[in-house]
């Protein structure tokens, strides 16, 4: 399908991949065995099952496996493509925490489980109770947590309790799962004040408009002042528009590290078909004023933290996407290897950022920068455009033991940037990256 790569190198990167392959099947065997030896451990006849976007409903899933432990009853927790023929065999009983990511889907990590779970495989033996997660804006409304019940049932399994589903993670709605979760298992259940966000005031400081003079939605840069520093790279806040409660809470990735002192964003000013800006991005970018607090509170993301400082880093955004990105680069230790591939409309106008930028890249922090502009008039690439130009240097920083970091929007850059991976890499491969936690995304 990619015709890029010249004949006279063909050779060398179908070797370099076949080896990198050949590595990452070694080490995805070795992680797997370790896998199934921390699941069989753990496991009595009761597992916990999580498919998570963005962590949520990983966070439960252990909070549920740990309060299980402490009042005596050990259960297994994994994730639902770990979730094998003879695990679902062995089990008598399966609590499901599932998310519905896309538009209705799995999340990515569990894509092929419904695929690969073969018709045979009988579970009349199996209790299940399934907990969707999800959000009422979107119109197929906790789709996946519905697909997955009806083909536990169909394939013979019995409900333990209804499916139950919570809304844009409310917190009185978690309280009730926690509440049934505890006298079907007769145990304590944990304060419904656990699930309240802590929230925390933020002054307005300073805003940037990052895109002037671009035909793009304006792009804005916020920094804020705020005693609460207490985040790690990857996280997210969302706005509280407590002062305009007609809207409720918008989610954007920090763009900023901790330690230096102040929470940024990167927003982008949407508009509407009609022309009308955007109830929060609106706000943000045009209403809010310098010196005006409001209030935040911190999702943490763990799908989307660092992992090994140590090993390089290749991160792939465009637009607002920039943001998640950012607060990972600030903090990148000295002498890392950093490649950034940005994606925008126009080189003229649509830089972000470029005096930082170029300064990284100066200071070698940046090893490589490169802008894919998709409305260039002599040369128009999309981000996943330089995965296939720098195929061989993607290879080479994957097995250097590289992490790639995607950020932004998943319709078309997301998901573009997963299909070329996809087609460069393999399905297995990117899944492999994936259980190791070396494919993070925060797409939105
Ligand atoms: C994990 C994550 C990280 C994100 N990070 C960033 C970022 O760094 N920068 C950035 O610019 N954007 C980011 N976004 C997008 C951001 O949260 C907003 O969706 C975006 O700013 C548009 O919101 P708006 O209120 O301006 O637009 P609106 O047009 O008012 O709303 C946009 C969408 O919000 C929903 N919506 C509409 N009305 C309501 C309502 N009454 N209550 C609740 N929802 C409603 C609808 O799905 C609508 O399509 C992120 C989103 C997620 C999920
Ligand atoms: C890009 C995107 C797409 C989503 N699509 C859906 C959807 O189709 N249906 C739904 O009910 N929720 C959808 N959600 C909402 C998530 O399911 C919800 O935020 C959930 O709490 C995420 O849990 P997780 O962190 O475990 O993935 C979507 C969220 C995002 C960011």
Redesign the pocket.
Known sequence: MFEIVADSSRQLIAAGVLLSYCACCIGSWRGYRAKQRSISHATGDRLIVWASQ?GNAQQLAQQLQQQLSQAGKPAGCLALEQLSSSLLQKSTEIIFIVSTFGEGEAPEHARFFLKKLTVECSLQHLKIHVLGLGDR??PEFCKFAEQLQARLIAQGATLSLPLMTVDNMQAEQLAHWQQCMAAHFAIDAIAASQYQPSWFHATLLERQHLNPYSNSPGLYKLRFQTAYCDWQAGD?VRVHPFNNP????????I?SSAASGYLE????L?Y?AKQT??????WLCTALNINDSIVFSRCTKPNFHATAHDKPAIFIGAG??L??LRAHLAERPKLSQNWLILGERCPRTDRLLPEELHQWQRSQHLTYLDYAFSRDANTPRYVQDYLVEQQQRLISWLEQGATIYVCGRLQGMGRGVQETLTQLLGAEQLQSLQQQGRYRT?L?
């Open positions: 963005s804006r979107y997210t007609a809207f409720s809470t918008r989610e954007y990735s763009a964003l990167i927003v982008r949407n509407d800006p955007g109830q929060c991005s609106g607002s996407g943001a998640g925060d939105y």
